[in-house]
């Protein structure tokens, strides 16, 4: 079973944006006028009146369309996240750099500085973990993708492999390669369900694509999708924007959505009735990210942590990412706009950065610690911040396309449930092996771009078959010298791309490439 919709709710739902069968089916029972009076009670309730200005212009459709919003809008809710977004925007800072605190090294486990007998050990609990059936995946994909540039979910997006595989394919195969992983190692089948978050932008597409390609192998029962919640954007006089004349914009509610979207679906109850104890949460963007990855998984539990964090060590010292750190002794993330040059540019004496553990949006989760977070953590995490330029309509309906910024979207972050955690633990990873987002089209900047994350796979897998003992010829048939140093400008001497369903990590690659001559492309699809 795939689930797509939320359940509808037993009474009128106090939910932004979500398409219910209860709402839905009031306004489509309601004669125009009635319809009109109710979104306008709904609305002056709110302190939102303007927003049904243009009704009189509106077709039957885009009436019962914006009736239908405003009929999923709370009112004290509504009035609340208005006024809210203003105080946020005009609310003083305190400055973070004299309360931030590096990481305590007991907390900080490491892939490069773990010896060899110990990252086995974390590998096999975390592959136990898996064939019992206790650890589920769960990607965050409800955001647009806008800097991107595409009308699609970002996971459907083909960054230009050889093979032309998309994003979520990628990770659909990573999951099926590391539930037979388990399997052949502990012996006994066991599932690994995934669970997507969309958002009313990418639920829709999203689910069609599975469909079409037949869930890339995986039970369409183990492939769980819902939607996180929606927000109206707001102007910077407190008012609701509308993008068009019958239509409020509207926005995901970050991904920090996932906690409200976990209640609003009943997704942990799904994950107790399959009896998952452990979730690896990630963001669809990461091309090189480890689903389920038993090392950390396995470091996570023998740590008895109930929340922990991937992270990679800075680039360079301006790197627009944010850092994991303490503030004034409470684990969090500090964006990168939110300190000084001085301080993202301080290092100890041994020269290192002080603030170098990058967040890759990569976290563990016990299903425990998130049943707390949503029965009592999740009203007091307090919105985020994003001034943006908004389309709107101005007074005469003329539609608008600001070149400054002109609106407010509230949004929460993932990460923001650091502070709640008993047992934090943070796990230090190669950006090499793990990190290359994708967020940018190819004529914005040089970072993050469907070219830097094609390169950065093939490098990866060119490192994995020179490791395995191939060699790689050139048009003359002589070897090609080998490289293993990552450069994003340049694609790898030899282009190599390998399944995930053949290899997840590199490993049972020497029987089909030691000591064996190709020439490029090499291509080990299936």
Sequence with gaps: MVRTRPRPPLAPPSRWGRLTVSSRSLVLFLP??????????RLVEAGQPEVLRFWPQLSD???????????QQEPGELRAHCEAAIRARTASQTPLARLMEPLPQEVVGSVSRTEADVLRRWQERGFQEISKGHVAVLLLAGGQGTRLGVPYPK???????????????????????????????????????????TSEFTLEPTEKFFAKHQYFGLPQSDVVMFEQRMLPAVGFDGKIILEGKGRIAMAPDGNGGLYRALTDNKILEDM???GVRVVHVYCVD????????????????????DCGAKVVGKAYPTEPVGVVCRVNGIYQVVEYSEVSQETVERRNPDGQLTFNAGNICNHFFTVEFLKSVTEEFEPKLKPHVAVKKIPYVDEEGNCVKPEKPNGIKMEKFVFDVFQFSKKFAVFDVLREDEFSPLKNAESAVAKD???????????????WAVRAGAHFLDHNNSRIPVLTQLREVDDPPAICEISPLISCEGEDLEERLKDREFHPPLLLID
């Design 155 to 197: 996971g459907m997006y083909d960054v230009g492999l050889p093979s032309g595989k998309t994003l979520y394919q990628i990770q659909a195969e990573r999951i099926r390669k590391m539930k037979q992983l388990a399997e052949e190692r502990l012996g006994g089948k066991c599932t690994l369900p995934w669970y997507i978050m």
């Design 272 to 274: 107790d009735l399959r």
């Design 32 to 41: 125009g006028g009635a319809m009109f009076e109710a979104a306008e009670q």
């Design 61 to 71: 459709t885009e009436r019962k369309t914006l009736a239908t919003t405003v009929q």
């Design 449 to 463: 771009t469907p070219s830097t994350a094609r390169r950065a796979l093939l490098w990866q897998h060119y490192r």
């Design 286 to 305: 990461n091309i090189l990210v480890k689903l389920a990855d038993p090392v950390f998984i396995g470091f996570c539990v023998e740590r008895g942590a």
